[in-house]
């Protein structure tokens, strides 16, 4: 049985966390927290005692070759800030500790760089979770594209829209300061990324980019026309803020960001989305040219009044489709509150017009379009989340057979596009993936 450590106790820890607590605790244990803020940790550490007992210590960050030490940790386990990921990876690897690390690999080109010559340096392992690929829409597009229905791969058209409830959640943070994640085309993109590499087997090249923060953030959101609508009015007037979180609405995200763990680290979970500092990118649009000839266009924008995505993959033989819809609408309920992220939850508002929703459709040349079965299974991400945990905590007892598992490499190809493409914005010119330097091969 592995022991794990944790580094990063916010709130996608719990995933791991209460895997290992749970339907994992059988493949591992956890020795030890690693995060600086004494209450967070503590909130994780009242949820391991009350589930399996025991004591579990917790460790600032600049400790982490101790804890790993004296806990006898084999595996790390990274939650953290992405601008903090480079520096705990590199550093267990070092120590001689094996990672797996939540994307994006790293913020910036130098810090995944910095991954990689540790990687070379120490022969040591480091898993990527990318989850979406463990979602059966996803999958089911990967088999077609795979089984070789449509023919080679030519053109990719991807759409996903972020709505005013999660969108708006990267702008409530330290997400909306670029410096701490690159900003959404790192930080949120790379998923988008990774899911077309995997999908076509392709292999990103060159990148232009342009987009900006055109809605949130005081000078975007005032400056650029941002008025509050009828129905937001209305809401107001019923003492409802739709873009605020209520944290401590909630027991567990007020246990980790209610006014005790701020008074430890101020950090701020519910800023408001109009307030000064933002410099992440809402809106963006991207051309990317892949080896082999392949292109895709691709755009995000983060405040639509729905949310999901349509991925659009052309070959030489037909057509894919696919087209999902996560929430149709953001609804809050009486006290002013939705779910945040709806793909991660089984949350269904009845909509004739724009229902929850998933369709995958081929069609080959000269053919009728034919609907493909998407399976449905329990669980966050269409019970990706679970396929995810198991593949991590049980890898040897997963066949893999569509090439689920990412490394390294697909870490770099995912964040490399959108490294890229920051520094297509910067310069306004196309950017060259191999320019910048990101310590292999792609
Ligand atoms: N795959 C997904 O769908 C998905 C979803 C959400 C988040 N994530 C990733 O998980 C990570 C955490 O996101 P979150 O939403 O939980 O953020 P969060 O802010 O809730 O938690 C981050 C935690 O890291 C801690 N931290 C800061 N500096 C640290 C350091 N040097 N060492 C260790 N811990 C440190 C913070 O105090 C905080 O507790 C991010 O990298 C994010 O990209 C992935």
């Given at each position: 049985?592995?022991?794990?450590?944790?580094?990063?106790?916010?709130?996608?820890?719990?995933?791991?966390?209460?895997?290992?607590?749970?339907?994992?605790?059988?493949?591992?244990?956890?020795?030890?927290?690693?995060?600086?803020?004494?209450?967070?940790?503590?909130?994780?550490?009242?949820?391991?005692?009350?589930?399996?007992?025991?004591?579990?210590?917790?460790?600032?960050?600049?400790?982490?070759?101790?804890?790993?030490?004296?806990?006898?940790?084999?595996?790390?386990?990274?939650?953290?800030?992405?601008?903090?990921?480079?520096?705990?990876?590199?550093?267990?690897?070092?120590?001689?500790?094996?990672?797996?690390?939540?994307?994006?690999?790293?913020?910036?080109?130098?810090?995944?760089?910095?991954?990689?010559?540790?990687?070379?340096?120490?022969?040591?392992?480091?898993?990527?979770?990318?989850?979406?690929?463990?979602?059966?829409?996803?999958?089911?597009?990967?088999?077609?594209?795979?089984?070789?229905?449509?023919g080679r791969v030519r053109s990719v058209h991807f759409e996903w829209a972020l709505d005013t409830r999660h969108g708006a959640d990267y702008f409530r943070r330290w997400h909306r300061d670029?410096?701490?994640?690159?900003?959404?085309?790192?930080?949120?993109?790379?998923?988008?990324?990774?899911?077309?590499?995997?999908?076509?087997?392709?292999?990103?090249?060159?990148?232009?980019?342009?987009?900006?923060?055109?809605?949130?953030?005081?000078?975007?959101?005032?400056?650029?026309?941002?008025?509050?609508?009828?129905?937001?009015?209305?809401?107001?007037?019923?003492?409802?803020?739709?873009?605020?979180?209520?944290?401590?609405?909630?027991?567990?995200?007020?246990?980790?960001?209610?006014?005790?763990?701020?008074?430890?680290?101020?950090?701020?979970?519910?800023?408001?989305?109009?307030?000064?500092?933002?410099?992440?990118?809402?809106?963006?649009?991207?051309?990317?040219?892949?080896?082999?000839?392949?292109?895709?266009?691709?755009?995000?924008?983060?405040?639509?009044?729905?949310?999901?995505?349509?991925?659009?993959?052309?070959?030489?033989?037909?057509?894919?489709?696919?087209?999902?819809?996560?929430?149709?609408?953001?609804?809050?309920?009486?006290?002013?509150?939705?779910?945040?992220?709806?793909?991660?939850?089984?949350?269904?508002?009845?909509?004739?017009?724009?229902?929850?929703?998933?369709?995958?459709?081929?069609?080959?040349?000269?053919?009728?379009?034919?609907?493909?079965?998407?399976?449905?299974?329990?669980?966050?991400?269409?019970?990706?989340?679970?396929?995810?945990?198991?593949?991590?905590?049980?890898?040897?007892?997963?066949?893999?057979?569509?090439?689920?598992?990412?490394?390294?490499?697909?870490?770099?190809?995912?964040?490399?596009?959108?490294?890229?493409?920051?520094?297509?914005?910067?310069?306004?010119?196309?950017?060259?993936?191999?320019?910048?330097?990101?310590?292999?091969?792609?």
């Amino acid at each position: 049985m592995l022991r794990y450590a944790i580094a990063g106790t916010g709130h996608r820890a719990g995933l791991y966390v209460d895997a290992l607590l749970g339907p994992h605790r059988d493949d591992g244990a956890i020795a030890a927290w690693i995060e600086p803020n004494p209450v967070r940790a503590a909130a994780y550490e009242a949820k391991a005692q009350a589930a399996v007992g025991g004591t579990r210590p917790r460790y600032d960050p600049a400790d982490l070759e101790r804890a790993l030490a004296e806990q006898r940790v084999d595996r790390l386990i990274v939650t953290s800030v992405d601008r903090t990921h480079a520096d705990l990876v590199t550093r267990a690897l070092r120590a001689g500790v094996d990672v797996v690390v939540e994307k994006p690999i790293a913020a910036h080109p130098e810090q995944a760089r910095a991954i990689a010559d540790a990687v070379r340096e120490t022969g040591r392992d480091v898993v990527l979770t990318f989850n979406y690929r463990y979602s059966p829409r996803n999958a089911a597009l990967r088999q077609v594209i795979a089984a070789g229905e449509i023919g080679r791969v030519r053109s990719v058209h991807f759409e996903w829209a972020l709505d005013t409830r999660h969108g708006a959640d990267y702008f409530r943070r330290w997400h909306r300061d670029k410096a701490n994640n690159g900003g959404l085309l790192v930080h949120k993109s790379s998923h988008h990324f990774d899911l077309v590499n995997w999908w076509i087997g392709g292999v990103p090249e060159r990148v232009f980019a342009s987009g900006g923060t055109k809605f949130y953030g005081d000078a975007a959101g005032h400056a650029q026309g941002y008025r509050p609508s009828a129905r937001e009015d209305e809401l107001r007037a019923q003492g409802v803020d739709p873009w605020a979180l209520d944290v401590d609405g909630d027991p567990w995200l007020g246990a980790l960001y209610g006014p005790a763990a701020r008074a430890a680290d101020g950090y701020v979970r519910n800023l408001s989305v109009f307030a000064p500092g933002v410099t992440t990118e809402d809106t963006l649009a991207l051309v990317v040219d892949f080896r082999g000839g392949a292109v895709m266009t691709y755009s995000l924008v983060a405040y639509a009044p729905w949310e999901g995505y349509r991925v659009t993959v052309t070959g030489t033989e037909g057509r894919a489709e696919l087209a999902v819809v996560e929430r149709g609408s953001v609804d809050v309920d009486a006290a002013g509150r939705s779910v945040l992220d709806a793909s991660s939850t089984a949350v269904d508002i009845p909509d004739a017009v724009r229902p929850k929703s998933e369709q995958l459709v081929v069609q080959r040349h000269w053919e009728r379009a034919e609907l493909r079965p998407i399976a449905v299974e329990a669980g966050g991400h269409g019970g990706g989340d679970a396929k995810l945990l198991a593949a991590v905590f049980r890898p040897a007892a997963e066949p893999d057979p569509l090439g689920r598992g990412a490394a390294l490499i697909d870490g770099l190809r995912a964040s490399g596009v959108g490294y890229a493409a920051n520094l297509s914005l910067a310069t306004g010119l196309p950017v060259r993936l191999a320019d910048l330097a990101l310590g292999v091969t792609l």
